[in-house]
């Protein structure tokens, strides 16, 4: 049965970096298992390496020690357009700041994953019509970034980075620049819409209000993963 296997499982994730002659262990052997529907917060103060799990976590940096496994299958020995593929195909990232292309309309942004992904253009736009609105974007499908507020470009945002149907999604600090009221706003529909589609999620945030909404909580201390109340 699916559910008795994780989306990610990170096993024994060391991840180093080296600053002039010196070297930072950020990760020494950091364990943690996400399932389906399940969303995790990830909190800890800056600096702790959240960031950096979540960068391995989503096969953008490769660890020095460890295994990656996504869905049960291990990454770390795939070569780099594998990793490429899985990424785009079975990953979804939200960050910060939400890096919606300019010239282009909410709808557009979030169609032209799915086109890149090879969906005709028909179906991208149908099912990026079906997701803005899901996220209370119904009216706002023509508007290009610019046109939009800040909680509205991070709702794109989460429409954008779940428009192919990945299996994990990964948010760094995803309502970190906005005010608390958007930020519960967008939260909110974030957490909706990973309980509706079955999304394994790892949201690192700041808000203790937030990651008290989420089904676990986990935190780093010294290089590893340990859980929270
Ligand atoms: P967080 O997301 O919890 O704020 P990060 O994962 O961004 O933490 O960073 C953890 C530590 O690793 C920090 O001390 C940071 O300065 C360091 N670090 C992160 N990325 C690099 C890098 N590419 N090179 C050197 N040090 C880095």
Redesign the pocket.
């Known amino acids: 049965m699916a559910d008795e296997t994780p989306v990610l499982y990170l096993r024994g994730i060391q991840r180093r ?3 002039g002659t010196d070297t ?1 262990d ?1 990760l020494k052997g950091a364990e943690l298992a996400v399932w389906a529907g399940e969303s995790i917060a990830l909190i ?10 979540l960068h391995v976590a989503g096969l953008l940096e490769h660890q020095d020690e460890g295994e990656v496994y996504i869905a049960e299958a291990p990454t770390s020995e795939l070569p780099d357009h594998e990793r490429t593929r899985i990424r785009r195909t079975q990953i979804g990232f939200i960050y910060q700041f939400h890096h919606l292309l300019a010239e282009f309309s909410a709808l557009e942004n979030v169609m032209l994953p799915q086109m890149i992904g090879g969906l005709p253009r028909g179906e991208a736009r149908a099912r990026a019509s079906e997701l803005l609105s899901y996220l209370g974007l119904r009216d706002r499908l023509k508007h290009r970034p610019a046109e939009l507020s800040g909680g509205e470009q991070q709702r794109v945002a989460i429409a954008r980075a779940v428009a192919n149907a990945p299996r994990l999604l990964l948010a760094d600090e995803p309502t970190g620049n906005l005010d608390p009221r958007t930020s519960a706003h967008v939260f909110g529909a974030l957490t909706q819409l990973v309980r509706a589609s079955g999304l394994a999620a790892i949201i ?1 945030t700041h808000n203790m209000d937030i990651a008290q909404k989420m089904d676990r909580r986990v935190t ?1 201390r010294d290089g590893l993963v340990v859980e929270v109340e």
């Open positions: 970096y080296r600053q930072l950020v800890g103060p800056s600096g702790a390496g959240k960031s950096t799990l690192a780093l």
